[in-house]
């Protein structure tokens, strides 16, 4: 049976329906209330609350690893969860039909692995679960036993790294076993569900919660038993197709096309030099749109800093093999013609393709001035015994002598990310070396703000609190003038100016000074009152309250209000009246980084 993502996922949906299954919003790609992840990987992370026994409320892959057949950094999980109402036996036989029956798979091509439990941590092997699979017809030869690195589900991974309070318990999963794939003994003597050869890919997993870690380190049942399964949508189409490529499926094809005519446009993607590249560029942009569509934006932290590294190691493939004029922003179509029928809010992604567009062509403009200097060292070096790279198109071999000194001089100097150095330019070196380099750095560079107060004042001086709430009206005419993606990164304020550092995806121009510094000077002139309330968290975020995104804040904040023009999350001091400030000039700015600002004021 041959079906596109919108049928697999519809039918998908039906069945649980059909049997007694509520269906439930998506999940939020960016984890609302679970500080252990930067990105939602299971749809358990928002259930965990309630396996603890909480009221019932219905009444994310390496990089590296893309470029592979079956590897993406961002799938879609279609799940189904059981809080109490059922366990193992439902829970199997039910994927066993979905699978065999409503999709038609042949049953000799399925095969599960169960855990085999973990004698140190006084957990059993999971014989129930093997005796449903038995009864259900799989031959004792097509169920694998395997430890906790493998078929244990927790928040923490295995068992010994969970904290006390932490759920978790064994899993099943099913694969699919492509036999057209021949066995490449390089990755073991004989083949199995786990093996990376190819041959198998997990195309579902049965996770049953079932334990809760102890403060004695024991392990004892939950309050209820639950179910927690997911299925890659992704996956499943390949075993559908028959085809151990994800990226032939419905999910990326209309991707890898517009890749074939506008970017890569001398090459197909049967090309095998090319096809990992084509598979990274389509991956990345498909989890680069998500991540956008998601709020997020290119940083240097957090989940910033991922799409940030998504979108270069973008570039990085255009530069090898595609026309770099080309705009990688042109392959948003394709990812919202795929998904608008399911997510139509994802049109919103055309109004985004400014922000791809300024962090990728800005990149390549340093990408082309960082090899070109990476090609003279190696020409510096060439006479120099090392070992040398793969030869890669417009980039060159690396050869050995290259030091970590000069690797973080690249990485200082031009933002080239130390996995590009690695992985497309081939260095091998000392990489604890560099990343020591790199941390040394980055405490340098936090010196200067040693001994510096909460709001970025270096101290409680009269002028230093006028220039405290002159920021915040900075801040309000920043947002009025260009635009709500404005975010603040950090400010500086002294008895001698103020200095304010901002992102923003509009290019600040000369007029757009001019009309902040009239707006900051106008409210001055109005004499607003400046005053305060403590509120909850959430109310003031309710009431659109500005915050500094990099800072963790209490249930209960302080809010100052600027009259009716500016409210932000603060915790003062501040003057009374904007009169007392008297006027502001804006005398210096200047461009920090890709789409981040620093303005001076006095």
Known sequence: ?????????????????????????????????????????????????????????????????????????????????????????????????????????????????????????????????????????????????????????????????????????????????????????????????????????????????????????????????????????????????????????????KIIEEIEINIFSKFKYTDKNVQYSFRILADHIKAASFLLFSGITPSNKAQGYVLRRLLRKSVMQVYKWGDQKSKISTLINPVIDIYKNSYPEIEKLIDMKEIIDNETDGFMITLKKALDKWHKLLSSKSSVPGPVGTELVGV?????????????????????????????????????????????????????????????????????????????LLHQALFDVLGSDVRQEGSNITVERLRFDFYSIKKLEENDLRKIEEIINQKIKESLPVEFKIVPKDEALKIGARSFFREKYPEMVKVYFVGSYSKEFCGGPHVKNTSEIGSLKIYKFEKIGSNLYRIYAK
């Open 396 to 472: 060159g071999p690396s050869y050995g002598p290259i030091t970590p000194e000069e690797v973080f001089e690249f990485i200082t100097t031009y933002g080239l990310p130390l996995d590009i150095i690695v992985n497309d330019l081939n260095w091998t070196g000392d990489f604890k070396k560099v990343e020591k380099l790199l941390n040394e750095h980055k405490t340098k560079s936090r010196a200067y703000s040693v001994g510096m107060f909460k709001g970025g004042l270096a101290d409680h001086a009269v002028q230093t609190i006028k220039y405290h709430t002159a920021t915040h």
């Open 1 to 253: 049976m041959s079906l596109t993502h919108v049928q697999l996922r519809e039918k998908f949906a039906k069945f649980w329906e059909k049997n007694s299954h509520k269906e439930i919003p998506p999940i939020p790609l960016i984890p609302q209330n679970d500080p252990t992840t930067l990105f939602t990987g299971s749809g358990m992370q928002q259930l965990v609350p309630y396996l603890l026994g909480e009221t019932h409320p219905l009444g994310s892959q390496d990089i590296e690893e893309v470029g592979d057949n079956r590897h993406t950094t961002f799938f879609e999980m279609m799940g189904n969860w059981s809080l109490g109402d059922y366990f193992k036996k439902e829970q199997i036989s039910w994927f066993w039909e979905f699978l065999t029956s409503e999709l038609g798979l042949p049953k000799d091509k399925l095969y599960v692995t169960i855990f085999a439990g973990d004698k140190k941590n006084n957990l059993p092997p999971d014989v129930d679960s093997i005796e449903i699979w038995k009864k259900l017809g799989l031959p004792e030869n097509r169920i694998f036993k395997y430890g906790p690195e493998k078929n244990w589900w927790s928040r923490a991974g295995v068992p010994d790294n969970m904290p006390a309070g932490e759920p978790g318990g064994p899993d099943s999963e099913v694969f699919y076993e492509f036999t057209q794939v021949t066995h490449d003994k390089k990755f073991g003597e004989k083949c199995h569900p786990n093996c990376d050869c190819g041959r198998f890919m997990e195309i579902g997993n049965c996770v049953f919660m079932q334990y809760k870690k102890a403060p004695s380190g024991d392990f004892q049942e939950l309050p209820a038993m639950n179910v927690d399964f997911g299925g890659g949508l992704e996956r499943i189409l390949a075993a559908l197709n028959d085809d151990p490529d994800v990226f032939l499926t419905s999910v990326f094809k």
